[in-house]
């Protein structure tokens, strides 16, 4: 049975950069697209990056700060995020569908920016 497993969330200050990473076991996990999301409290869970092939497409909020890629070699999806801002803080969860279309959630990791 496939499981995603997220790690890399903590406390930066504003500026900072953090990375995240959403691993994915089983021998026949192959990652086909991807994407990153993330809730902050009170608000609605949005998807922040997404893609696949090679391919990335951001939300207008992260663009040029927040890097998203997959290693299929490593099982591995992972989010950059650099110049990180308050407004940045929420819990942050990955999802992969795989190269037979089964989607697949890893768990949140919570990511707080502040001072």
């Known amino acids: 049975q496939v499981q995603l497993v997220v790690s890399g969330g903590g406390l930066v200050q504003p500026g900072g950069s953090l990375t995240l990473s959403c691993v994915g076991s089983?021998?026949?996990?192959?990652?086909?697209?991807w994407g990153w999301y993330r809730q902050a409290p009170g608000k609605q869970r949005e998807v922040v990056a997404f893609g696949a092939r090679g391919n990335a497409n951001y939300v207008d909020s992260v663009k040029g700060r927040f890097a998203g890629s997959a290693d299929n070699a490593k099982n591995t999806v992972f989010l950059q995020m650099n110049s990180l801002k308050p407004e940045d803080t929420a819990v942050y969860s990955c999802?992969?569908?795989?190269?037979?279309?089964?989607?697949?959630w890893g768990q949140g990791t919570q990511v707080t920016v502040s001072s």
């Open positions: 089983g021998s026949s996990f192959r990652i086909g697209a």
């Open positions: 999802n992969v569908i795989d190269g037979t279309g089964h989607s697949y």
